[in-house]
């Protein structure tokens, strides 16, 4: 018994640490509280917002959209601008990862966002399209767009 509860304890740990299942409605945007673009991450969201000065911020958020505080995550972005590949570090501040230097000039470029949640496990890696001018139908950048451009017109998602 006594070898039993660490073990069990552990356990739980490792449970309420892992995202259940892959339950996620895909094709569903939620827009970004700051006005950036939400991305399905493991263990929750993280919203990738420009800001005015076009430094990156990355935000943490779990699976039902509650902020979270940034941890052992590691961010990189990688800029592909026409100019050449730009790497944006990151620093952590109280509610976000913000890069240390500002992205390339001008827009219309890949953008390649790379999340560790810890430093030893693999990066996961996730593709912008950096489009900075306001999409008329949803008045956001086009990189934060959630008009649904998809097929089919599916209204009303129940929360
Ligand atoms: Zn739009």
């Known amino acids: 018994m006594k070898k039993l509860i660490p073990s069990l304890f552990a356990l739980l740990l490792i449970a309420s640490g892992a995202p259940a299942g892959e339950e ?21 969201h993280a919203e990738f917002f420009v800001q005015p000065d076009r430094k990156v911020s990355v935000t943490f958020h779990g699976e039902d959209m509650k902020p979270a505080a940034p941890a052992g995550q590691t961010v990189t972005v990688i800029a592909e601008a026409p ?20 992205l390339p000039e001008g827009d219309g470029y890949r953008i390649v966002l790379q999340i560790r949640n ?26 934060a ?3 649904d451009h998809g097929t089919g017109s599916h209204g009303g998602h129940a929360h």
Do not use: M, W
């Open 24 to 44: 996620h409605g895909h094709g569903k945007i939620i827009p970004g509280p700051k006005g950036g673009r939400i991305i399905e991450v493991e263990g929750g």
């Open 83 to 102: 100019a050449g590949k730009a790497k944006l570090e990151f620093e952590k501040t109280v509610d976000a990862f913000v890069s240390k230097d500002v």
């Open 118 to 143: 810890t430093p030893d496990t693999k990066p996961q890696n996730f593709r912008i399209d950096y489009h900075a001018e306001l999409c008329g139908g949803c008045n956001r950048p086009e990189y």
């Open 145 to 147: 767009c959630t008009c």
